[in-house]
């Protein structure tokens, strides 16, 4: 990072960041060459990232010269604690193969946004505040590889979703539930169920304005799966708030419950502390969050969040035409 970031003016290098694309690549050369000094590859580094449900990588920036934290997810104030946070992030994310995409439904499709406490009432600001239920992100988008059947112009959700610490003074925790953890405490019959085409799923939050104005409605999906096999892995979407079951009672309510009971008995708990970089895999865990005390604003708990994605299958009617990273709708 400190090579790329090198003599660059503080301008030309935030410059860098309108092509993630572009950057990752750069970027992903100097990983490459850094883990071939410890006699690691790329390879190797990817392959972890599919067996795990997060890595971890703490110290991964200096996050310097900071002004307060913002209120609001956008826009990213310029600073250079900031530039290498997402400098970093999409680093991170091309060395496991992934673009760093966004989406125009979610905060006008920037590509970075800031997750930090938000004043005064209403949905954002009193979800910035809660703990957050296992969950995983753009859950009622299709997988990778899979389309949705009334819209099939929607791209999948983000196969990682990747937060980078720029302030955590009371050291919250980020919690990551990894499937395989989860699925070991449900019976059989349950996994079976949770495999059915019989789940609602709603937007996430954050999508519900975007995809009225895009879309003219909020997606949601009616006859959607939890689980899907893939690749010879079990992939999962599912939100605690956003998603469910029609009937109260039955195999199909019991498995959900059952599945909600084993998240909470798996949670990890991690801290993203400043200069961390936190990849969670969105196929392979949910991931939630624990509370946050405090007020907004000055030097309470700030990360960025951006979303990785394998985007070698998009086709041109998931992608915008005027941006390299922002994905449909
Ligand atoms: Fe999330």
């Not at 079976?192 to 799923?201: G, N, R, S, T, V």
């Not at 003219?216 to 690749?231: N, S, T």
């Not at 939100?239 to 039955?250: F, M, N, Q």
């Not at 400043?274 to 604003?297: C, K, S, Y």
Request: aromatic fraction near 8%.
């Amino acid at each position: 990072m400190s090579d790329w970031r090198g003599k660059k003016s503080f301008d030309d290098a935030c410059q860098w960041l309108s092509d993630p694309v572009k950057l990752g690549g750069e970027l992903v050369r100097g990983v490459g060459a850094e883990l071939e000094r410890l006699g690691l590859d790329l390879s190797t580094v990817r392959s972890l990232a599919w067996s795990n449900a997060y890595i971890h990588l703490p110290d991964a920036f200096a996050s310097l010269g900071l002004p307060d934290t913002p209120t609001a997810f956008c826009p990213v104030p310029q600073a250079e604690g900031t530039l290498l946070a997402r400098a970093t992030s999409i680093a991170s994310l091309a060395a496991i193969g992934l673009d760093a995409v966004s989406y125009g439904s979610e905060n006008n499709g920037e590509l970075f946004v800031n997750l930090v406490l938000m004043p005064g009432e209403g949905l954002y600001a009193d979800k910035s505040r809660r703990g957050m239920k296992g969950h995983t992100d753009a859950v009622s988008f299709p997988v990778r590889g899979r389309v949705d059947e009334a819209r099939q112009e929607l791209a999948p959700s983000p196969d990682f979703v990747c937060l980078s610490g720029v302030r955590n003074p009371d050291g919250v925790h980020t919690t990551v539930m990894p499937l395989k953890d989860v699925l070991a405490k449900l019976e059989s019959g349950q996994i079976a169920e949770l495999k059915k085409p019989q789940f609602i799923i709603r937007s996430q939050g954050t999508f519900r304005e975007g995809m009225r104005s895009i879309l003219g409605e909020e997606h949601v999906v009616d006859g959607g799966e939890f689980l899907f096999e893939v690749e010879g892995q079990t992939w999962v979407r599912y939100s605690h708030s956003s998603a469910g079951v029609e009937e109260e009672d039955g195999p199909a309510a019991n498995a959900v419950a059952a599945f909600e009971s084993a998240c909470k008995q798996s949670a990890i708990e991690v801290i993203v502390a400043p200069g961390d970089v936190l990849l969670v895999n969105n196929r392979l865990g949910l991931h939630g969050r624990t509370l946050v005390a405090g007020e907004p604003g000055g030097q309470s708990r700030w990360l960025l969040r951006a979303y990785g994605l394998v985007t070698e299958g998009l086709v041109a009617s998931q992608r915008y035409k005027d941006s390299p990273y922002k994905l449909f709708p």
